[in-house]
């Protein structure tokens, strides 16, 4: 058997687990099939349980006084007065151009240039024998 350490880390881990079954409790309540609404109720009942374990696990731990984030909690845990994290945004000066990429139809200047091994030679034959050149 494993020995978990009580760390921030695991803290977080338990945190993403909580995530992960918010969400798929919110697809099971909108977009799964079932025959009955009873047999809906019944699953839903048991990823609740399963979730609701690991709250209780996540509680005990920051109780013990263990640090966390909190941008690691889920949606679910926040409290409604704090705001949303907004995610980083991408400098536009920080993108590099594009780099420009070799034609194939340049002549062959590598050290394979004439040999079975010159591969753009090969390309332009084919390319001739295709009708594409």
């Given at each position: 058997?494993?020995?978990?350490?009580?760390?921030?880390?695991?803290?977080?881990?338990?945190?993403?687990?909580?995530?992960?079954?918010?969400?798929?409790?919110?697809?099971?309540?909108?977009?799964?099939?079932?025959?009955?609404?009873?047999?809906?109720?019944?699953?839903?009942?048991?990823?609740?349980?399963?979730?609701?374990?690991l709250v209780q696990?996540?509680?005990?731990?920051?109780?013990?006084?263990?640090?966390?984030?909190?941008?690691?909690?889920?949606?679910?845990?926040r409290p409604d007065?704090?705001?949303?994290?907004?995610?980083?945004?991408?400098?536009?000066?920080?993108?590099?151009?594009?780099?420009?990429?070799?034609?194939?139809?340049?002549?062959?200047?590598?050290?394979?240039?004439?040999?079975?091994?010159?591969?753009q030679a090969s390309?332009?034959?084919?390319?001739?024998?295709?009708?594409?050149?």
């Amino acid at each position: 058997m494993a020995v978990v350490i009580p760390d921030k880390y695991h803290l977080k881990s338990i945190h993403e687990e909580i995530g992960l079954f918010d969400r798929k409790l919110a697809h099971l309540l909108k977009f799964e099939k079932f025959e009955t609404e009873a047999e809906r109720e019944l699953a839903a009942r048991k990823m609740r349980t399963k979730r609701e374990t690991l709250v209780q696990t996540a509680l005990r731990l920051v109780a013990e006084g263990v640090e966390f984030k909190r941008g690691d909690l889920p949606r679910s845990m926040r409290p409604d007065d704090e705001p949303e994290i907004p995610a980083p945004a991408k400098s536009v000066e920080a993108v590099e151009p594009p780099v420009a990429v070799r034609s194939v139809t340049r002549e062959s200047t590598g050290p394979y240039a004439g040999t079975s091994l010159d591969w753009q030679a090969s390309v332009r034959q084919y390319m001739q024998k295709k009708g594409k050149a």
